[in-house]
């Protein structure tokens, strides 16, 4: 798939309307369409990488960042002290689906480890 086809990039573009709870010059975050927490985020680069294991040295700033914004939504939003889950799922077995590089913010319930 043509990384600028994704769904992601959609809602980047304002193709598609989605309210995003933040965003800035690198990134953008928003609901997940099919929550599997009481919280579901997706923090997603404006930068269409197609997973993380095509990502590159050139990368490592902004892979960083995202989860600086994770850890900053978590504290904003009151869940941080509780705690919370961060995945990146990536390729087949890892369940991605989306191939635009994306961390999901999961919080609002316990989570299981190691995951299913
Ligand atoms: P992945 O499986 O690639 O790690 O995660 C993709 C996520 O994107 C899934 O949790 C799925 O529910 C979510 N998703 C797919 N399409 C849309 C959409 O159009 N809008 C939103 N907000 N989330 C979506």
């Known amino acids: 798939m043509s990384q600028d086809t994704t769904i992601f990039s959609k809602i980047i573009a304002g193709e598609i309307p989605t309210e995003f709870v933040y965003e800035d010059d690198i990134c953008v975050?928003?609901?997940d369409i099919?929550?599997?927490?009481?919280?579901?985020?997706?923090?997603?680069?404006?930068e269409p990488i197609e997973s993380l294991d095509k990502a590159r040295n050139k990368h490592q700033e902004t892979l960083g960042y995202l989860l600086l914004v994770a850890a900053e939504?978590?504290?904003?939003?009151?869940?941080?002290?509780?705690?919370?889950?961060?995945?990146?799922n990536t390729n087949?077995?890892?369940?991605?689906?989306?191939?635009?590089?994306?961390?999901?913010l999961l919080?609002?319930?316990?989570?299981?480890?190691?995951?299913?």
């Open 29 to 31: 975050a928003f609901n």
């Open 34 to 46: 099919s929550p599997q927490a009481p919280t579901h985020l997706l923090i997603v680069p404006r």
């Open 107 to 116: 919080a609002g319930r316990p989570f299981v480890f190691p995951p299913g």
């Open 73 to 88: 939504i978590a504290r904003e939003q009151g869940f941080a002290e509780s705690g919370y889950r961060i995945v990146i």
């Open 92 to 104: 087949g077995d890892g369940g991605q689906t989306v191939f635009h590089l994306h961390v999901h």
